[in-house]
């Protein structure tokens, strides 16, 4: 048999270039007589622009071209949103601003210069006359009559209002047995903050009239289409190219005004230009994340079973959409039920525009905001009923034999066990023993917390019927002449290590060293169509495309085979760079095989030559990864500080293809979803300005922070693909913030406080002990 | 992120080093390691024309021990305090002081000269050095004098520097028979700046008595300062929990105290009471040798 691969744990191949800095990103790329791009943006949330002075920045030695939003009206279009939902108000969105700004930060005039430095000067040059205008920033007040509008045109704020509706409402209310607990939640707004900030390089060539753009982002071709559209250039003249991209974490799952910017800037003057963001125009001006409202009552029988749940989600989208902003709150709605058998849902959500920068998709986008919502609603529905939080959740849990299960919310699960996701959590937790300590603790005076959650989270995005602009993923195989093999695919991994899963896949099923496969992705011209890497899709969607393809170069070179060996094709298998029958009696090289393929000297009746299968991909459904979490926290009753001791994570993504990118994937996970619980948070002030602005207010969390993940699987597979993967991009996101969060509220039950927001500072945690144990 | 233009300068004497200053009066800035005045460059928050650089000067990077005190050139990193055996056994406070800056990165490139010449109000440097009632040694057009830390951090990013002066040098007082330091710091989990940071060297009497304390503190007000209540309160009293805790509660007396969106002004006074009663507990601990 020929090596194993799938399911071991190969070392990334994308890893020693990366680890040695020996790798490229766009910063690193450098063209003959490229110039630097720099923008003005306003320190104003909300103002009219009364005018725009460039007439010293235009004298600067060193500066090219200095543009204002008027410069680019009507030649160069508007930034996009692919959201559609019905009645969706989509207001105007230039790449800079004209006669108004929006939200701090918003870019309103552009410098291009010889080198970086020039252009930054000339920024502090520019002088921009406000008129400014009250902002808007409290989307709950935002929905009032009488409110001060972002957009004056609309007549209001409300972006969007959707409505989902579903079981027998009057049953539940007729029932005079059933409870409900009402709590508003707060999802505050987060920043993604990848390692790398955006950046982009469009190189115009007058001759040929086409565009090549280089753009640290996940969706090149998706980027392709809208930069063509955006700046006039024929689809089939421009190219985007996607080189090493160091994080993104859905922020970068957009078209943005910069990069539209750039490409006039190039096209304009016919020389390339570059633009790196800076870390604070980073968090200002990349899309941020979560940001809801929600207003929750959870229906239960006195016995614990939930009947309902219905919520009202008002989302703050910000003042514009990006790519999918009105659409990512809707995903919270989809999955509010989490992984429990209830029968009633109503989901109001309103979407509201404010004088901030857009929100967007952020790692899970709209499911972990819907996961904290049911996880930290069944806690209270324990506490409510002096159930065990364990308890209460497989008591409501579906049994694995009810799957597929459609919920009212319309979604239907593929596959699942919760049961034994959260049996092995609370093993490896110790959770018998953990409240025991707990107890003996608390005589103490020491306070610990055991916070649990069960999520399901959507992923492998998704069937094309339910997604703006195709769900499908190509994947291309290529044998090429020496029998070394070439992968290309349509998605855009940045960080997560497909280069390595997609080459294991294709080594294993055509039985050669895994080394002797190379994985391409993110060049428009080299891979004919993709969609992009965002929603846990890319192993799930993509991945099976690959795998597709190497069927098809199998059964071809089994006919080949099979012409040259004087047997039936289906006799073959394709064991240790051989082809054979399956008790290798009769064998023939693969390269003895492609090199017949490629020279066709005697290639069988009606087989073309060349080695080449290009498949697309299209996902019949979802999937729905699911775990089982436990943090364990300890509070310093001085300080209010909080410790996390320990956590716990049981994930089942479906089939591992490798354990150890599973492992990173959660890990990283899970510091993004703990961040959220603890630490992270982007705040405006009542007039709009962004106080948290630099890495010195707004917490990334390192690794000091955190303990040991206590990690490990389960393997329930899909049939929705071939491969029986899920997906686990976003499950330590999803999973975590809800854990920790009922951990600490846990810790903190001796005092009689059921909620706290996000993030759990000390101060809010301080307030409420030093109010002392109630009885 | 981009710091506007200026002239660099590589002095490799002291003397050299003086003369630029001089020549630059306030067009000119002392670079050292960097790790506060080149991020207030990125943000254009300074603009020096002359950045003059002491990183090629040997003679500021020592430590050394004479006659009962110990003396560390201003270019000395914190990793070189950190790691510094004879710091840790006859200054404890400034090795567990400079393992609690930054990270490794920021350990191997700030350094101590730096820190305090800044008077960055969080920094953690002026806490100890306050704590140990040290002195500064500064070089100018006018030759070299001590400053006592006392009257050194005048404000917020002040320091009683001349314009003209480099920070050359500081000198404590080696750990005493019967006395224990400690330092706690509770860091602010963006910055890893201290929300609140306590240095405390106690000196006992045979008796077992408090002989003298010494209490610096840094993330509380607009620079750090000595918490001279808390010191008046212990000096020649039995050093009792209780007492700890009642000359704690003075720590933030006097001080107008920081808010920011960690810390509220009403919670960080209640933090810089137990965080010095901690830093006391502490101290009494390794005086008592327990």
């Known amino acids: ?775 | 992120m981009i710091p506007q233009s200026f002239e660099y300068h590589v002095p490799k004497t002291l003397a050299e080093a003086s003369r630029l200053m001089a020549q630059f009066g306030a067009d000119g800035k002392i670079l050292a390691g960097g790790h506060s005045l080149v991020p207030m460059m990125k943000l254009r928050l300074a603009s020096p024309k002359h950045l003059i650089d002491l990183g090629r000067i040997a003679e500021l990077g020592y430590i050394r021990e004479d006659n009962g005190k110990i003396q560390i050139g201003a270019l000395t990193t914190h990793y070189k305090i950190e790691s510094s055996d004879l710091l840790k056994t006859k200054c404890p406070l400034l090795s567990e002081t400079a393992s609690a800056i930054g990270d490794v990165q920021v350990r191997n490139k700030g350094t101590l000269g730096g820190s305090l010449a800044h008077s960055d109000p969080a920094g953690d440097f002026p806490a100890a050095i306050l704590a140990l009632d040290g002195e500064i040694q500064a070089v100018g057009a006018r030759g070299e004098r001590w400053i006592s830390v006392k009257g050194f951090f005048v404000n917020l990013l002040q320091t009683a520097l001349e314009p003209d002066e480099i920070l050359t040098a500081i000198r404590v007082r080696s750990l005493p028979a019967r006395s224990g330091d400690a330092y706690v710091k509770l860091h602010q989990p963006a910055s890893g700046f201290a929300v609140v940071g306590v240095a405390v060297r106690l000196v006992l009497d045979e008796k077992g008595s408090i002989h003298q304390a010494g209490v610096g503190i840094t993330g509380v007000g607009p620079k750090a300062f000595c918490a001279v209540a808390v010191e008046n309160i212990l000096r020649g009293k039995s050093p009792s929990a209780k007492r700890l805790e009642e000359a704690a509660s003075h720590a933030a007396d006097g001080i107008e105290v920081n808010a920011d969106l960690y810390a509220s002004s009403a919670y960080r006074t209640h933090l810089t009471q137990v965080y010095t009663r901690r830093a006391l507990e502490k101290a009494l601990e390794r005086a008592s040798g327990k």
């Open chain 1, 1 to 775: 048999m020929s090596t194993k691969l799938l399911g071991e744990r190969i070392k990334r191949k994308e890893d020693p270039r990366l680890i040695q800095g020996r790798a490229h990103y766009v910063d690193d790329i450098k063209l003959d007589g490229m110039l630097y791009m720099a923008f003005v943006r306003s320190v104003h949330a909300h103002a009219c622009i009364r005018k725009v002075d460039t007439a010293a920045a235009k004298v600067l030695p060193g500066v090219i071209a200095v543009y204002t939003g008027h410069d680019i009206k009507g030649k160069l279009g508007l930034v996009p949103c692919a959201a559609g939902m019905e009645g969706l108000k989509i207001p105007d969105h230039p790449c800079m601003a004209m006669d108004k700004v929006c939200y701090i930060g918003e870019p309103i005039a552009a410098v291009v210069a010889r080198d970086r430095y020039v252009a930054r000067d000339a920024v502090d040059l520019i002088e921009v006359d406000y008129d400014p205008l009250p902002a808007v920033t409290d989307p709950m007040k935002a929905l009032e009559k009488g409110s001060k509008l972002v957009h004056e045109n609309f007549g209001d704020n409300i972006a969007f209002v959707a409505k989902l509706d579903a079981g027998d409402w009057k049953a539940v209310e007729a029932d005079k047995t059933i409870k409900v607990i009402k709590q508003r939640f707060i999802n505050q707004r987060l920043a993604p903050i990848s390692m790398e900030t955006r950046g982009v390089i469009a190189s115009y060539s007058p001759g040929e009239d086409s565009l090549t753009v280089w753009s640290s982002t996940q969706i090149p071709h998706i980027l392709k289409t809208q930069l063509a559209i955006m700046s006039g250039v024929d689809e089939a003249r421009c190219r985007v190219i996607t080189p090493e991209v160091g994080g993104a974490f859905g922020s970068k799952l957009n078209v943005y005004g910069e990069e539209g910017m750039a490409c006039f800037a190039s096209k304009h003057l016919g020389k390339p230009v570059k633009w790196i963001e800076g870390r604070r125009e980073n968090i200002q001006a990349t899309i941020h994340g979560r940001d809801q409202v929600n207003d929750l009552e959870i229906y239960f029988q006195p016995d614990g079973k939930v009947v309902g749940v219905k919520c009202l989600i008002v989302a703050d989208l910000g003042a514009y959409h990006q790519l999918l902003t009105p659409a990512i709150p809707t995903l919270t709605a989809m999955m509010i039920l989490g992984c429990y058998n209830i029968k009633n849902v109503f989901v109001e959500t309103k979407g509201v525009f404010t004088n901030k920068m857009a929100t967007d998709a952020y790692r899970g986008a709209g499911r972990p905001e819907a996961t904290y919502i049911i996880e930290r609603a069944m806690d209270l529905v324990a506490h409510e009923l002096n159930m065990d939080a364990a308890e209460i959740r497989e008591k409501n849990f579906p049994s694995p034999k009810d799957f597929p299960l459609t919920l009212p919310t319309g979604v239907t699960y593929d596959t699942a066990n919760y049961q034994k996701t959260l049996k092995n959590v609370l093993k490896a937790a110790g959770y018998s023993k953990l409240r025991k300590e707990q107890v003996r603790l608390r005589k103490k005076g020491k306070y610990i917390g055991v916070g649990l959650s069960t999520y399901v989270e959507i992923c492998a995005m998704g069937p094309s019927s339910r997604m703006p602009a195709g769900g499908w993923e190509s994947g291309t195989v290529r044998v090429e002449v020496t029998g070394k093999v070439t992968v290309l695919s349509g998605t855009s991994p940045h960080g997560q290590g497909e280069e390595t899963t997609f080459a294991q896949i294709v080594a294993e099923e055509l039985g050669i060293p895994f080394d002797d496969v190379t994985v391409y992705h993110g060049d428009t011209f080299q891979i004919p169509m993709g969609i992009g890497t965002f929603g846990s899709r890319t192993t799930a969607v993509g991945g099976t495309a690959i795998y597709n393809a190497a069927q098809r170069i199998k059964e071809k070179m089994a006919r080949i085979a099979a012409h040259k060996l004087g047997i039936k094709p289906g006799e073959l298998v394709f064991v240790d760079g051989k082809i054979q029958t399956e008790d290798g009696q009769k064998s023939i090289g693969f390269g003895e095989v492609v090199a017949e393929a490629i020279f066709a000297k005697q290639l069988p009746p009606g087989v073309e030559p060349g080695l080449t299968e290009h498949c697309v991909f299209e996902p019949p459904n979802y999937t729905f990864p699911f775990g089982a979490h436990i943090a364990v926290t300890e509070l310093d009753s001085e300080t209010g500080e909080v410790r996390l001791r320990n956590y716990f994570a049981v994930d089942d993504c479906g089939r591992i293809l490798n354990p150890m990118l599973v492992e990173g994937q959660v890990h990283g996970g899970l510091a993004q979803g703990i961040g959220q619980a603890l630490w992270e948070e982007v705040v405006y002030d009542e007039n709009g300005q962004l106080i948290s602005g630099s890495l010195m207010d707004y917490v990334v969390p390192k690794a000091h922070q955190f303990p040991w993940f206590e990690t490990s699987n389960t393997e329930t597979k899909t049939p929705v693909n071939p491969l029986g993967v899920k997906g686990v991009g976003e499950a330590g996101t999803i999973g975590s913030t809800p854990a920790v969060v009922n951990s600490v509220m846990d810790a903190l039950r001796p005092f009689g406080v059921r909620h706290l927001d996000m993030p759990l500072k000390p101060e809010k945690i301080w307030n409420v002990m030093k109010a002392g144990v109630k009885a």
